[in-house]
C-alpha cells in the first residue's frame, strides 16, 4: 500500500489525528529537503514527498542515514544534558500537541522519568 493510500484510508476511516498524521511528516520531509545539502537525498525526499517513491526507501538511504544519525547524537545529548524543568516543558509540548492532534486525551500523562 501506497503512503498516501494509508493517508487516504485513515482519513476515510475517521480515525483521530489523521490529518496530523498524513501532514506533519509531509512538512518534516520538505522541511528536510529544503536544508540537505546532498543532492541525491534532496532528489529521493522530493520522489517521496511526491508519491513517486515510498517512504520505506528513505530507510536504506545513506543520505538519509546520516541525517538521522546526527538528529537522534543530538537529541540524546539534548536528553542527557537537559535540565528536569526542560524535560517537562518537552513533555508539555508533546501532550499539547498529541491533544490538539487527537492523539491524546486530555487525562493523558507523559512523563519523562527514566528519559
Given at each position: 500500500m501506497s503512503d498516501s493510500t494509508y493517508d487516504?484510508?485513515?482519513m476515510a476511516a475517521g480515525?483521530?489525528?489523521?490529518?496530523?498524521?498524513?501532514?506533519?511528516?509531509?512538512?518534516?520531509?520538505?522541511?528536510?529537503?529544503?536544508r540537505t545539502d546532498d543532492p541525491?537525498?534532496?532528489?529521493?525526499?522530493?520522489?517521496?514527498?511526491e508519491g513517486r517513491r515510498p517512504v520505506r526507501d528513505l530507510a536504506s538511504s545513506a543520505?538519509?542515514?546520516?541525517?538521522a544519525e546526527a538528529?537522534?547524537?543530538?537529541?540524546?545529548?539534548?536528553?542527557e544534558t537537559a535540565s528536569s524543568q526542560e524535560l517537562a516543558a518537552l513533555a508539555q509540548e508533546a501532550q499539547r500537541q498529541g491533544v490538539a492532534a487527537g492523539?491524546?486525551?486530555?487525562?493523558?500523562?507523559?512523563?519523562?522519568?527514566?528519559?
Open positions: 487516504s484510508q485513515m480515525q483521530p489525528g489523521a490529518d496530523w498524521f498524513a501532514d506533519t511528516p509531509r512538512r518534516s520531509l520538505t522541511a528536510l529537503r529544503d541525491e537525498l534532496r532528489a529521493l525526499l522530493g520522489d517521496v514527498i543520505g538519509f542515514g546520516r541525517v538528529g537522534l547524537t543530538a537529541y540524546r545529548h539534548f536528553l492523539i491524546l486525551s486530555l487525562n493523558q500523562n507523559i512523563s519523562v522519568e527514566g528519559m
